[in-house]
Nanobody
Framework: QVQLVESGGGLVQPGGSLKLSCKAS????????MAWYRQAPGKQRELVAG???????NYSDSVKGRFTISRDNAENTVYLQMNSLKPEDTAVYSC???????????????WGQGTQVTVSS
């Protein structure tokens, strides 16, 4: 059973920093793209940042220059370093990954359970 488990959320003051982690575990054959999404109350879920297995990255315009996505392929983990946080960054952040389990010959889209990030003074 493949699963994604996030950690690192919490309450931070405006201008502060947080680092989120998401580790994939289980019987994994391959991991392709990994990404972070977020959903604020009353809003649609949006892509925050993505990273390919080769390390190419993309960011939403709202976080570009403040957030950094990275991954450790040996640890099956993706990170999101969030700096200069703003109140509008408050949301539930969820990890997403395209993973081929050992039992399959194709990739499946997996989601973590989400972690709350609150930016407030």
């Amino acid at each position: 059973q493949v699963q994604l488990v996030e950690s690192g959320g919490g309450l931070v003051q405006p201008g502060g920093s947080l680092k989120l982690s998401c580790k994939a575990s289980g019987m994994i054959r391959s991991i392709y793209g990994m990404a972070w999404y977020r959903q604020a109350p009353g809003k649609q879920r949006e892509l925050v940042a993505g990273i390919t297995s080769g390390g190419s990255t993309n960011y939403s315009d709202s976080v570009k220059g403040r957030f950094t996505i990275s991954r450790d392929n040996a640890e099956n983990t993706v990170y999101l370093q969030m700096n200069s946080l703003k109140p509008e960054d408050t949301a539930v952040y969820s990890c997403n990954a395209q993973i081929t389990p050992w039992s399959k010959q194709y990739s499946i889209n997996y989601w973590g359970q989400g972690t709350q990030v609150t930016v407030s003074s």
